[in-house]
């Protein structure tokens, strides 16, 4: 497709589930970054991948949050034993080259994760 | 640490009025601003950026925002609203040197726009 999908579009969850949110970034595109946008707030970064390469992951909140791109496209994020918490809009976001350039990015509908 | 703020959570106006939204950031190094724009049910779309240059720059859809490096600030504006501008905007920063090792964006809380016809 032409842009960021992101699946599944809505996910709810068991306290202590694990869950797994994907992101197809747009064909070609070296940079994908992850954000987290809780209600009523803007979004905030998670991590960054350029190519398969985890550059930066500053922004995961514990260890049980973890991302891969093991080829280079499409991304993982994966939450384990969920928390209420978690509970917010995941955003995946892409452009076209690495970090140093200043190419927009592109954002996915994201999915919403509720946990019950 | 770095922060953006918007003002406006919500602001209601009929069409045809004038618009003004805030934005102020807190980073006294080089950045790049951008507004981007969500849609009801829709993704985060660009409307305009500034990475240098002309302080005034213009967007899709008649908007406009204005750089005052002075102020910190990257108000948004459009002079003659539309119902069909009824969204949320969200101001966002990219610092140079990134404070973290990707360059990534610093979001605004977003305001809330109601356009009433």
């Known amino acids: 497709g032409a842009g960021v999908s992101q699946s599944p579009r809505y996910k709810v969850a068991k306290r202590g589930q694990d869950v797994a949110l994907r992101c197809d970034p747009i064909s070609g595109h070296v940079s994908l970054f992850w954000y987290q946008q809780a209600l009523g707030q803007g979004p905030e970064f998670l991590t960054y991948f350029q190519n398969e390469a985890q550059l930066d992951k500053s922004g995961l909140p514990s260890d049980r949050f973890f991302a891969e791109r093991p080829e280079g496209s499409v991304s993982t994020l994966k939450i384990q034993r969920t928390q209420q918490e978690d509970s917010a809009v995941y955003l995946c976001a892409s452009s076209l080259v690495g970090r140093a350039s200043n190419q927009p990015q592109h954002f996915g509908d994201g999915t919403r994760l509720s946990i019950l | 640490a770095q922060s953006v703020s918007q003002h406006n959570h919500h602001v209601i106006l009929s069409e045809a009025a004038s618009l003004e939204l805030g934005c102020n950031y807190s980073y006294g190094g080089t950045v790049n601003l951008f507004w981007y724009v969500q849609y009801p049910g829709q993704h985060l779309q660009l409307l305009l950026k500034?990475?240098?240059?002309?302080?005034l720059v213009k967007g899709i859809k008649g908007f406009e925002a204005e750089f005052i490096k002075s102020k910190f600030s990257f108000n948004l504006r459009k002079p003659s609203v539309q119902w069909s501008d009824t969204a949320e905007y969200f101001c966002?920063?990219?610092?140079?040197?990134?404070?973290?090792?990707?360059?990534?964006?610093?979001f605004g809380t977003g305001t809330r726009l109601t356009v009433i016809p």
């Open positions: 966002a920063v990219i610092v140079y040197p990134h404070q973290t090792g990707a360059n990534n964006l610093f």
């Open positions: 500034y990475f240098s240059g002309d302080p």
